[in-house]
């Protein structure tokens, strides 16, 4: 009776931890997000890569207007600053977006209790595909 009891129990115990397992790699599901993809559809991408263009424009005109009155060292420093320039202008500009993509695809993967995320490119099989879902969020609905 001992040995029978002690059976039941093991058994039990085994049923258990793999009934935990099944439900700990359903809770491991991992997500991916074709990221490229939702940051060039982003509702506010094409305004936002519309003064970018302008800004660098304008760096170009700046630049070819000043570059005539200066020796290769004030030309590469003058280079240097508007790089500079335009890198404060597009990183104001596109952290934001970043920012409300990365809060979106936290969003879909919470509603789906999917709690790793991976751009896309880094998936190489199985996984759960967040893109459609992200890019909806983002168009407030529609996509």
Avoid at 17 to 28: H, I, K, Q, R
Avoid at 43 to 55: C, F, G, I, R, Y
Avoid at 71 to 91: C, P, V, Y
Avoid at 118 to 137: K, Q
């Amino acid at each position: 009776m001992k040995k029978y009891l002690l059976t039941l129990i093991m058994t039990l115990v085994l049923a258990l931890g793999c009934m935990g397992s099944v439900f700990a790699a359903e809770s491991n599901l991992v997500g991916y997000v074709n990221v490229e993809r939702v940051f060039r559809n982003h509702p506010d991408m094409q305004a936002t890569m519309s003064v970018l263009k302008l800004e660098r424009q304008k760096a170009q005109q700046e630049f070819e207007s000043k570059a005539a009155s200066l020796d290769d060292k004030g030309k590469q420093e003058l280079g240097q600053k508007l790089s500079e320039q335009i890198d404060k202008k597009e990183a104001s500009l596109l952290n934001p977006i970043r920012a409300a993509i990365r809060k979106a695809i936290a969003e879909v993967a919470k509603a789906h209790g999917i709690s790793n995320v991976v751009d896309a490119t880094a998936m190489v099989y199985g996984g759960f595909d967040l893109t459609d879902e992200v890019m909806a969020s983002l168009h407030g609905g529609k996509k």
